[in-house]
């Protein structure tokens, strides 16, 4: 007796959906940073790092976490 194409069961859908997930998540992961971190944003960091008045994109906090360093980047520039 012909019963017809097999449908995988709820259980094998999921292994397969979290599979293809995870293969994106690991060649996502092995892409190369849009911008690295030497490279100049903008012009003026350019024009900072030729004054010696660069200051750094992130910092690390008390708990060793990398932050924004936001307080020396936009304090004003001595000239």
């Not at 999921?14 to 971190?37: E, K, N, T, Y």
Request: aromatic fraction near 6%.
């Amino acid at each position: 007796m012909f019963r017809g194409p097999r449908i995988p069961t709820v259980g094998v859908r999921q292994g397969l959906a979290l599979a293809l997930m995870l293969q994106a998540a690991v060649a996502a992961g092995c892409a190369r940073p849009l911008l690295s971190p030497e490279e100049e944003r903008t012009p003026f960091d350019r024009y900072d790092g030729i004054r010696n008045q660069y200051a750094a994109v992130q910092v690390e906090n008390e708990y060793r976490r990398l932050q924004p360093n936001m307080t020396a980047r936009l304090a004003p520039k001595i000239e």
